[in-house]
T-cell receptor
Framework: QKEVEQNSGPLSVPEGAIASLNCTYS??????FFWYRQYSGKSPELIMF????GDKEDGRFTAQLNKASQYVSLLIRDSQPSDSATYLC???????????FGSGTRLSIRP | GAVVSQHPSWVICKSGTSVKIECRSL??????MFWYRQFPKQSLMLMAT?????????EQGVEKDKFLINHASLTLSTLTVTSAHPEDSSFYIC?????????????FGPGTRLLVL
């Protein structure tokens, strides 16, 4: 079992709709959770981080964390074509400094 | 967010030569930097964790004698690919933790694309 799992996609969403990206992790001791966006040929850029159970909103983005279910999600409201990218879920273990990345979900927003 | 730079952005070299890649945190101090490698259509793979003033910690399967890491200051880490071969061609990305931020986060450099002929 991978430490951080994501559906590779592609996930196709119509412009203006809500895109929902999901991630599960295996280590119950994980404390920090991150979502990165990576455009083709570019390095990842941080979108959001979340530490506590519940929702965290930032503009069109909402991160959701459920530690009991070991589940993290990212919602993108009013999806735009510029949101088309690969989204990487990342988890930091409580006892280590390195971040473990999932393999990413490719999101495509169709006009 | 914090800025991390990498140099060069791309490099082409002959097989057998060594290539040095620099990673700098421009507006914050980073006691820890990370080096990743990404092959086409694959996920980021952590190669090593670089700590200022001490030896780097390499992930399993990464040859420390081939990928030399030096973290000489709080704003600079270097990765040297020694005796590069075509299979080393990849996208190398560094990342730095901003320990001065209210929430510790990890920022990525723009990456260095290496092509070994």
């Amino acid at each position: 079992q991978k430490e951080v799992e994501q559906n590779s996609g592609p996930l196709s969403v119509p412009e203006g709709a809500i895109a929902s990206l999901n991630c599960t992790y295996s280590d119950r001791g994980s404390q920090s959770f991150f979502w990165y966006r990576q455009y083709s040929g570019k390095s990842p850029e941080l979108i959001m981080f979340i530490y506590s159970n519940g929702d965290k909103e930032d503009g069109r983005f909402t991160a959701q964390l459920n530690k009991a279910s070991q589940y993290v999600s990212l919602l993108i409201r009013d999806s735009q074509p510029s949101d088309s990218a690969t989204y990487l879920c990342a988890v930091r273990h409580s006892s280590a400094s390195k971040i473990i990345f999932g393999s990413g979900t490719r999101l495509s927003i169709r006009p | 967010g914090a800025v991390v730079s990498q140099h060069p952005s791309w490099v082409i070299c002959k097989s057998g030569t060594s290539v040095k890649i620099e990673c700098r945190s421009l507006d914050f101090q980073a006691t820890t930097m990370f080096w990743y490698r990404q092959f086409p259509k694959q996920s980021l793979m952590l190669m090593a964790t670089s700590n200022e003033g001490s030896k780097a910690t390499y992930e399993q399967g990464v040859e420390k004698d081939k990928f030399l890491i030096n973290h000489a200051s709080l704003t600079l880490s270097t990765l040297t690919v020694t005796s590069a071969h075509p299979e080393d061609s990849s996208f190398y990305i560094c990342s730095a933790r901003d320990l001065g931020a209210a929430q510790e986060t990890q920022y990525f450099g723009p990456g260095t694309r290496l092509l070994v002929l």
